[in-house]
């Protein structure tokens, strides 16, 4: 089993930054692709930004594209997902997600989920 905790979410004005923190435990972190996915109300879970165990291969979605960076330090078990010039169309439920190996974009695919956090971008 992997354990993870989100953290960082908030409200803040359009324009503005967040970061969010995910801290996993309960497995050996590098084994697992990490990925960042978000649900708004009355929507579907979308993926927002995944990257691979060592963090050499990142991707994301194309509404996020230039404005999120995700990121992970394998020494502290933690993903992150800095969020720059935020709209309000960001807001939502953001979660991590850890997947055995391999990197993958589908919601279908992760095998761990944390519980979330929210993110609420005011106009």
């Known amino acids: 089993q992997v354990q993870l905790v989100e953290s960082g979410g908030g409200l803040v004005e359009a324009g503005g930054s967040l970061r969010l923190s995910c801290v996993a435990s309960?497995?050996?972190?590098?084994?697992?692709?990490m990925g960042w996915f978000r649900q708004a109300p009355g929507k579907e879970r979308e993926f927002v930004a995944a990257i691979s165990r060592s963090g050499t291969f990142t991707y994301y979605a194309d509404p996020v594209k230039g404005r999120f960076t995700i990121s992970r330090d394998n020494a502290k078990n933690t993903v992150y997902l800095q969020m720059n010039s935020l709209k309000p169309e960001d807001t939502a439920v953001y979660y991590c997600?850890?997947?055995?190996?391999?990197?993958?974009?589908?919601?279908?695919?992760?095998?761990?989920w944390g519980q979330g956090t929210q993110v609420t971008i005011s106009s």
């Open positions: 309960g497995r050996t972190f590098s084994n697992y692709a």
């Open positions: 997600a850890a997947r055995y190996i391999r990197v993958d974009i589908a919601t279908t695919n992760y095998d761990y």
